[in-house]
């Protein structure tokens, strides 16, 4: 590929990575502003992008939203992800015992990205929506994750800052690094309001053949209904899932600590 292929395919990159579940739709200027670049280049970028069915536009109001190909890449991404089905029973069975949101996440690179969900029935629940990026560092799926990855990934990742998502975000990279290392000693992770306000997570790693962590089943609620009793009371059922899983992913060890990142 061209040096100036590479520059464009770059620059389309970095203007789809504008559009997030929270800021879905985005003006020229708004994205011109957020990458850095001219109102002009980014223009011409938006109508390829645009008449390549990436993004569409609106008629009346002129802003940019994801299009329906990124849809179609989505399903077929989705698609390739035999843990949706196989723990589909596990997350099932987390639902019934506690009728709150389950959910599993899958790790991509630095961040965690939600494969499957099952929302809790109750009016007041936690909302996940599959496909949405979360950083590894705050929630308790995101620290189930980090806990089990190689100290050198860990120690890169803690590396960049960290974004307080709450009040309750842990951003402090030596409280973080004891954290991890209670999460490896009991199995798995709790989180209290650190990636949404007055929520209570835990969540337990899942493995792949090769004891690698790839993966992590989470179940959240409201700490109104949801407390750190409940916490003690499913963690055993909730690792007891986590290794089903991940002996469907033909993982057949126990997991272990691998180290203190420090």
């Known amino acids: 590929m061209a040096a100036g292929e590479m520059q464009s395919l770059s620059r389309a990159i970095a203007i789809l990575d504008c559009f997030t579940v929270e800021t879905p739709q985005l003006g020229v200027r708004e994205i011109a502003r957020n990458i850095e670049m001219s109102v002009s280049t980014v223009g011409r970028l938006l109508a390829s992008l645009n008449a390549l069915g990436l993004l569409s536009q609106d008629p009346v109001t002129r802003l940019y939203r994801m299009g329906p190909k990124v849809m179609a890449y989505g399903m077929v991404y989705a698609s390739s992800l035999d843990i949706r089905e196989s723990a589909k029973p596990m997350l099932e069975e987390l639902f019934r015992l506690t009728n709150e949101t389950v959910s599993i996440y899958v790790l991509e690179r630095d961040e965690r990205v939600c494969a499957s969900c099952i929302e809790s029935n109750e009016r007041l629940r936690v909302v996940v929506h599959v496909g949405e990026h979360m950083p590894l560092h705050a929630g308790s799926a995101g620290k189930a994750i980090l806990a089990f990855m190689p100290p050198a990934e860990v120690t ?99 997991p272990t600590a691998r180290g203190d990142p420090s």
């Open 156 to 254: 890169k990742i803690l590396a960049k800052p960290l974004e307080k998502i709450t009040a309750k975000t842990i951003t402090a990279r030596e409280k973080l690094l004891k954290e991890l290392k209670e999460i490896r000693k009991k199995g798995y992770a709790v989180s209290h309001g650190e990636r949404f306000e007055d929520v209570i997570g835990m969540a337990a790693p899942i493995f792949d053949g090769r004891g690698n962590v790839i993966a992590a089943i989470n179940v959240a609620g409201p700490s109104q209904r949801f407390d750190d009793q409940d916490v003690l009371r499913f963690s055993p059922k909730l690792m007891a899932l986590a290794d089903q899983i991940s002996g469907l992913q033909g993982f057949t060890g126990h």
